[in-house]
C-alpha cells in the first residue's frame, strides 16, 4: 500500500488524472534519450502510475568468473527500474539510497524481469521496491530511496 504524506500527482490534488497513454509516451520518451538503458538492452514492459517492469536478457558479457549474472548488471536493471517507476509520476528523479539483496543465481540466457512498485511517498521523496526474477526465478530484491531535486535558480 502506497502512503501519501502530500499530494504531488494531478489525481491526487483534486485535479484530472494523467491517462495511461501521456504516461507511457512520457517513459518511451525518456527510453529513447536514455543511452545508459537502451544501449545496454534493458526495454520497457508494463506501466502503470507507480509501478513499471523493464526486461533485460543475461548475455555472455554479463556473466562472472562463477557464471552467472553479476549483481552489477542486477543493480542497474533495479535502479532504472526504480527511476522510470518515479517518472511516472512525472518527477524527474535522482536515486538517494539504494539496498539490493541477492538471493539466487541469474544463468547466462536468462531473462530478467524487474518489476519495481512504489511502497512511500513523502515531498518530493519516493522509496520504491523492485523484484528482480530470471525466468520467473527470484534473483534479487531491492529497495531504493529516490528524490526529485528542485530545479535550481
Known amino acids: 500500500m502506497t502512503e501519501n504524506v502530500a499530494p504531488t500527482t494531478p489525481a491526487e490534488a483534486g485535479g484530472e488524472p ?30 502503470s502510475e507507480g509501478a513499471v517492469t523493464l526486461h533485460r536478457e543475461v548475455t555472455a558479457d554479463m556473466v562472472n568468473s562463477h557464471e552467472i549474472c553479476h549483481g552489477g548488471f542486477l543493480f542497474h536493471l533495479a535502479d532504472t527500474a526504480l527511476a522510470y517507476c ?8 535522482v536515486t538517494r539510497r539504494a539496498e539490493i539483496t541477492y538471493i539466487a543465481p541469474a544463468p ?39 528524490t526529485s531535486p528542485r530545479p535550481r535558480s
Open 86 to 93: 518515479v517518472a511516472t509520476f512525472g518527477a524527474a528523479p
Open 108 to 146: 547466462l540466457g536468462a531473462t530478467l524481469t524487474a518489476s519495481a512498485r512504489q511502497s512511500v511517498e513523502f515531498g518530493c521523496d519516493r522509496m520504491i521496491e523492485v523484484r528482480i526474477e530470471a525466468d520467473g526465478v527470484l534473483v534479487a530484491w531491492f529497495t531504493g530511496h529516490s
Open 18 to 47: 494523467e491517462s495511461l497513454k501521456s504516461v507511457v509516451a512520457r517513459l518511451e520518451e525518456i527510453y529513447v534519450n536514455d543511452p545508459a538503458v537502451k544501449d545496454h538492452g534493458v526495454t520497457l514492459g508494463e506501466v
